[in-house]
Every structure is written in C-alpha cells, then in structure tokens.
C-alpha cells in the first residue's frame, strides 16, 4: 500500500500559471504504478494553480498538496526540493517521478541526494514489478534500451511526450503544503521575453528543425515557413547553433534537448548519432535531405531525396492549402 508522489511542473504564460503538459503523463505513469502497489497518487503542486485538484485528477490523481507560500515562484532548485523531500518524508512514497524537464532532471537529482535514494533520469517507460520499479532507458544515444530493476523508493524522471497520458478521473482532495522556502541562493533579477513568441521544444507535438544543409543563415525562413504552417515549433542541429545561425535554446541532440514529439521534420540535417540521440523517439520522423546516403534516413519513416530549398516551400504551401 505504497504511494507515487509527483512533482507537477508548473509554467506560467501572459494567461497566468498552468500545469505543464508532462505532468499528466506522469500522473497517468503513477497511476499504473500506484494500482500495483494499492497505494494513492500524490501531487505536489509547487504553487497556486487554478484548478489543480481537477486538472490533475483527471489523470488519476488522488491527493493534491499545493504551495502557496511565498519564495517559490519563479522556481527555485532548494526551495522546491524542500517541499518535495518534505512530503516524502510525511508519506514515504515507493516512488517519486518527475517529468525529464530542465527543471525536473535537476530537481530530480537533488531530491535522490536528499533523500539517499537512488535514481534513473529520462526513462523512457517505468511499470511495477516483482516488487519493485522497473524502468526502461535509452543508451548509447538511443541505440540500445537498458531495462533495470531500481533498488527501494527510487526517484525517476520520464521523457516527456514517451507516454500518451491516459485519463483515469477520480476527484483529487486539494491540501496545502505548509512549507518554508529556504533563503534563496539565486534571485531572478530581470525576465526578458523572448523576441518570438515560440512554443517550447520538450512541449512541443510538432518539430521543424533545420541544419546546416541550409546553407546560409538568411535561408531559415523556409524552417520558420513550414513551422508555423504546421503550427510545430523548430529546432536546429548543433552545426548551426555553433554557427551562430540559431541559439543554443533550440538544439535538439546529446548536448541539447531531447524531444518525443508526434511529428519530426528534420531538414538538411545529416543525421548524427548526437542529433539523433535527442529525436530519435519522436513518433513519426520525415527527412528531407540531398544526400539519398544520409544517415538520417535509417531512423526515417518518410525521406524525402532532394534539395531543402525546393522541398520546403512546397510542403509549406501544401500544408496551408490542406488546412485551408
Ligand atoms: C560531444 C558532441 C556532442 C554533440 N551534440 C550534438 C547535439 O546535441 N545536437 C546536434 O545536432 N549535434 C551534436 N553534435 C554534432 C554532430 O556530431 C554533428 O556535427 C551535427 O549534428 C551536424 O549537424 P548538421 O546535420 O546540421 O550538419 P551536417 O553534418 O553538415 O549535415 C548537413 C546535411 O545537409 C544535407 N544538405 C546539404 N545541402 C542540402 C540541401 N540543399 N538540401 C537538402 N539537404 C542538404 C547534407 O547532405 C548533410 O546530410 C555533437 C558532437 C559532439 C562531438
């Protein structure tokens, strides 16, 4: 009769503060989890949501404990962790899951620490079994899947969008969460919008990214094009970024973000194992690319053999004219 504590991960946008998409592919991971071991799931909410309890019981969700104290928002890794070690400790959960977010990898991190447990980041599936938590996670930039077995109350976080959350409606008691925020280490000292309003990669269910196949910065339109026809959100290869073409916030790969999307365009991008060891779980991939060669068409569902220049113009006028 163990509970699954989560961290539900909390956004804010001109509309206010919302609940993150992952977090209800969390809860729905919990949940299957939570009915094998007999116990309750747990959300911790680390600020003042609207309509958290409801949000969240949606996907099987059975206690909401939310902070409304001041010193958490915007997020801060010491106070956050407090709250979720606190909580821990008051309900010795078999397992605490967070979404394999910025945020959600370090705080994941720090609680395992906190609270001596042990820990496997950016799993791809997790389930109950024998006993114990059994999680899936891609190795070798997603070339091979290890299955391990964690040791007791382990601490997991689980790459958005590798689960499609599934609703399983129960009504959440709302709790608050009596907690002091430590003094904070870093203060926020200055927000600055970003200069498009752009949808975030990890959130994303449609990706247009470009590489260095573009040939010339002053070409990215063609990316930004089919994006926005699409209503995806684009990403670049780490050449361009290196390049100065894109920033760092939109690399897709081992040292940038990995993303699970439904839908992946990758344009004049070669496809190496670093590129695809950030992508390479989107549900569906479409390659355009010169080189018929290209390794990106080996993780390919649909490859297009031909010059981005050409081809993505098209596809964008297509794409307009289907949803027309
Ligand atoms: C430690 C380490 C970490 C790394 N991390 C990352 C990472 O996080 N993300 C990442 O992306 N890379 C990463 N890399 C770099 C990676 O190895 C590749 O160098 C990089 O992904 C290549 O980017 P690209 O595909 O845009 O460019 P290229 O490899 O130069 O490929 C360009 C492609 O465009 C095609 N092309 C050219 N012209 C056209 C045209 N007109 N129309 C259609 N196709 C065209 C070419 O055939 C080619 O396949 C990392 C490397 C290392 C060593």
Redesign the pocket.
């Known amino acids: 009769m163990s509970d699954v504590l989560i961290y539900a991960e909390v956004g804010r946008d001109d509309g206010g503060l919302f609940l993150k998409k992952a977090t209800a592919e969390i809860a729905t991971a919990a949940r299957t989890v939570a009915d094998a071991t007999g116990g309750r799931v747990v959300a911790l909410v680390p600020a003042d949501v609207e309509q958290a309890a409801e949000k969240l019981g949606r996907y099987g969700v059975d206690a909401v404990h939310a902070v409304s104290a001041d010193g958490f928002m915007p997020y801060q890794l010491e106070a956050h962790a407090l709250a979720v070690t606190q909580l821990a400790g008051e309900i010795s959960p078999a397992l605490v899951l967070f979404a394999a977010t910025v945020v959600g990898k370090e705080l994941g991190a720090y609680v395992s620490g906190r609270l001596g447990a042990p820990i496997a980041a950016d799993v791809v599936s997790l389930e109950w079994a024998d006993g114990a938590v059994r999680v899936s996670k891609p190795m070798y930039a997603g070339k091979a899947f290890a299955t391990v077995r964690l040791g007791e109350r382990p601490v997991v976080s689980l790459r958005p969008n590798a689960l499609a959350p599934v609703e399983s409606p129960r009504d959440a008691v709302l709790e608050p969460l009596a907690v002091t925020a430590p003094a904070a280490r870093v203060r926020l000292r200055e927000r600055q919008a970003a200069a498009e309003k752009t949808i975030e990669l990890t959130e994303a269910d449609t990706i247009v990214s470009?590489?260095?196949?573009?040939?010339d910065p002053e070409k990215w339109d063609i990316v930004l094009d089919l994006a926005h026809a699409l209503g995806a959100a684009h990403g670049?290869?780490?050449?361009?970024?290196d390049a100065g073409w894109r920033p760092h916030s939109e690399?897709?790969?081992?040292?940038?973000k990995t993303v699970s999307p439904k839908l992946y365009v990758a344009?004049?991008?070669?496809?190496?194992?670093?590129?695809l060891?950030?992508m390479s779980s989107s549900k569906v991939i479409v390659a355009?690319?010169?080189?018929p060669e290209?390794?990106?068409f080996k993780v390919a569902d649909y490859g297009i053999v031909?010059?981005?220049?050409e081809?993505l113009p098209m596809l964008t006028e297509a794409t307009k004219a289907f949803l027309a």
């Not at 031909?306 to 220049?309: K, L």
């Open positions: 470009g590489g260095r196949g573009l040939g670049a290869s780490r050449a361009v970024v690399q897709v790969g081992q040292t940038g344009c004049g991008i070669s496809g190496a194992i670093q590129h060891a950030g355009i690319n010169k080189d290209a390794p990106i031909g010059d981005v220049h081809v």
